[in-house]
DNA sequence: TTGAATTATGATATAATGTTCATAATTAAT
DNA sequence: ATTAATTATGAACATTATATCATAATTCAA
């Protein structure tokens, strides 16, 4: 259950977007002027702002500017045109996106799940086989176990996580996690990593099957 | 220097876009068919996908399926009008976001931009005062150096960050961390842990400023 | 098949982490 | 002011992490 903030002055609006909101599963709380918005933000938990850009007591870039400097909340503009919103200053001010009305109801839904699922409020897990990493909590899990990684062991699955697909050479491997170029640790110490990391999420670490080795080059996981 | 994917066969627009992307300090390449993208994507690395809808050869839906079941690359669709992308099932296909054509051009800077910040390929950083997390990485820093936390210290300050102005109990805190409710790790266990974090992360560790002790209740930072 | 290069493994010293204890400092209430 | 509760600190300890060495296994090419 999302918790949507919608900053909007119009009865019509509000009535009819509180109805189809709530028959989503969200739950809407309105504001009508700027300083009610900056107050429910600040004494209350939402996970996302519908704001309307042109409110009767001043446009809604204000707010967004206030609440993106209190909060780290996702703003959605709402926008008489496509026109009003000015995409260079509105995305500056950290607005996460914004839709023109009129718009179709499925489209706002669409929109807001989305911005949802990009700002990670609904949590940022990623795969991998049966490996899962959450970069929220800082943890990773195989097949619902908690994985004890260490920290440099974490930072290496992550930056495996981030590559799949690419080849790895030693070389950027040993500059993503020791941020040099391998002349101040010793060559082997990223073979030994791979292997322990490998001995906590593989299935068989004599057979790798996520971190594969690609002779000469270095090491992938497939995407 | 971001590297984006334009899977787009009109000629006209691939030249537009290369010369306009190109002086915005992106490196673009081009695919005309659904097979060149695909095969692209395998071989190549992007940091963005910009997918035409209609292809002579097919509609993009399917190459966005293609291109998000094998890489976490973010796809923003470019379509003829606004009717033309269905934004359920674009979004559902996993698309990040759509620009209807024409577009002026700052709009699409802006929208890339703006998908590649949410995505978190350009790093996903957030910051607490001058304390930056990177949890694309999984290292944190102060001012731009570097800060060696342990995993735990690391998890307790995402705890923090990702619970921004509400007040943490002692409670919550082990739970997030420990996974338990205080019954197997030592009580004092947490503040120490509380006190090793604010030598690493505090001006004044004496006086923190980041994370505030609220007698009674627990610790929170502010938002 | 042999040899050189690459990768994997096991063992080890050192440093850091994780947990707990004992004790001090702080705060709020009586 | 005294007391009780809460939070902070310092220090001790077992455990784990980290980096390196020596050595083994593997692969590729001559």
């Known amino acids: 259950m999302n918790k949507i903030l919608l900053v909007e002055d119009d009865n019509e609006i509000i009535d009819n977007l509180i109805e189809f909101l709530s028959k989503e599963e969200f739950i809407v709380k309105n504001a009508k002027g700027q300083n009610a918005a900056i107050e429910l933000v600040e004494n209350e938990t939402f996970d996302l702002v519908l704001l309307d850009v042109s409110l009767a ?10 609440i993106k400097s209190k909060t780290c909340l996702p703003v959605i503009f ?7 919103f000015s995409t260079v200053t509105g995305f500056d001010l950290g607005a996460d996106d ?4 009129p718009f179709r109801p499925r489209e706002l839904i669409s929109r807001i799940k989305n911005v949802l699922r990009l700002t990670g409020t609904t949590g940022s897990i990623t795969q991998l086989g049966d490996v899962m990493v959450d970069t929220v909590k800082g943890t990773a899990s195989k097949k619902g176990k908690d994985l004890f990684l260490s920290a440099l ?8 996580i981030n590559n799949r697909g690419a080849v790895m050479t030693r070389t950027k491997l040993l500059e993503s996690i020791w941020d040099i170029a391998g002349d101040f640790v010793n060559d082997n110490t990223l ?5 322990r990391l490998r001995e906590k999420i593989e299935d068989d670490p004599q057979n790798p099957e996520i971190i594969k080795t690609v002779r000469g080059l270095g090491y992938k996981v497939d995407a």
Chains 1, 2 share one sequence.
């Open 153 to 160: 062991e974490y930072r290496l699955l992550l930056v495996f």
């Open 98 to 101: 914004y839709i023109a009305k």
């Open 191 to 195: 073979t030994v990593y791979i292997k």
């Open 57 to 66: 007591d001043g446009n809604g870039f204000a707010v967004c500017s206030a």
């Open 78 to 84: 709402l926008t008489a045109s496509g026109d009003e």
